[in-house]
């Protein structure tokens, strides 16, 4: 499939009542030969008017999270694991997440990056195991198939809790620097 296939295909997707409730889809952004791939749960508010997943309150924290670390928005790719917003931003339903993992593993099979980085618990309890523990497993590394794949704090979780955001930004750190290792093949 091609991207063009794929995002057309997830635009007039019916699988769910989400979809007759968006306003855009919320496919993806970025890089699609990104070595970072960024993975969060459901697009919000201002992802669904704007069709950009992070735009809103939380995306602009999460933004000078990359900044701070010289991170180019533009090289990443970032995605969610839902295309539509639930309503009232809800925690999206196990269903819904299943019936919208197959566009999610389609972009990382045509993006191929070397690191994903799960954004919040929701995502990491989908890719990386069901009783994913976010306070007690942030910035552990986890390796699943051809991925290095690690999770995070959700921006929208450090707004509510901003006691947390050195943890985020000592993962993003490290983040950084085994992706660099990578690159470098170390």
Same mark, same amino acid.
């Given at each position: 499939?091609?991207?063009?296939?794929?995002? @057309?295909?997830?635009?007039?997707?019916?699988?769910? !009542?989400?979809?007759?409730?968006?306003?855009?889809?919320?496919?993806?952004?970025?890089?699609? @030969?990104?070595?970072?791939?960024?993975?969060?749960?459901? +697009?919000?508010?201002?992802?669904?008017?704007?069709?950009? +997943?992070?735009?809103?309150?939380?995306?602009?924290?999460? %933004?000078?999270?990359?900044?701070?670390?010289?991170?180019?928005?533009? /090289?990443?790719?970032?995605?969610? #694991?839902?295309?539509?917003?639930? +309503?009232?931003?809800? %925690?999206?339903?196990? /269903?819904?997440?299943?019936?919208?993992?197959?566009?999610?593993?389609? *972009?990382?099979?045509?993006?191929? !990056?070397?690191?994903?980085?799960?954004?919040?618990?929701?995502?990491?309890?989908?890719?990386?195991?069901?009783?994913?523990? #976010?306070?007690?497993?942030?910035? #552990?590394?986890?390796?699943?198939?051809?991925?290095?794949?690690?999770?995070?704090?959700? !921006?929208?979780?450090?707004?509510?809790? +901003?006691?947390?955001?050195?943890?985020?930004?000592? %993962?993003?750190?490290? #983040?950084? *620097?085994?992706?660099?290792?990578?690159?470098?093949?170390?």
């Amino acid at each position: 499939m091609t991207w063009e296939e794929l995002e @057309n295909s997830c635009k007039s997707c019916d699988k769910c !009542p989400l979809g007759k409730t968006k306003t855009n889809t919320v496919f993806g952004v970025g890089n699609k @030969n990104a070595s970072l791939m960024f993975v969060g749960e459901a +697009p919000g508010e201002s992802e669904d008017k704007s069709g950009i +997943p992070f735009v809103g309150r939380a995306g602009k924290l999460f %933004d000078k999270y990359l900044l701070a670390l010289g991170i180019d928005r533009n /090289e990443v790719y970032i995605a969610n #694991i839902l295309k539509c917003r639930p +309503p009232n931003n809800r %925690d999206p339903l196990p /269903e819904e997440q299943d019936m919208c993992m197959s566009y999610l593993r389609e *972009q990382v099979r045509l993006i191929k !990056p070397k690191m994903i980085v799960c954004l919040g618990r929701i995502s990491a309890m989908k890719l990386i195991k069901p009783d994913f523990k #976010i306070t007690k497993e942030h910035g #552990i590394f986890f390796k699943k198939g051809a991925f290095e794949i690690v999770a995070v704090y959700h !921006p929208s979780l450090l707004l509510r809790d +901003p006691s947390k955001r050195e943890e985020m930004f000592t %993962d993003m750190k490290v #983040i950084k *620097q085994k992706l660099e290792g990578m690159k470098n093949g170390n």
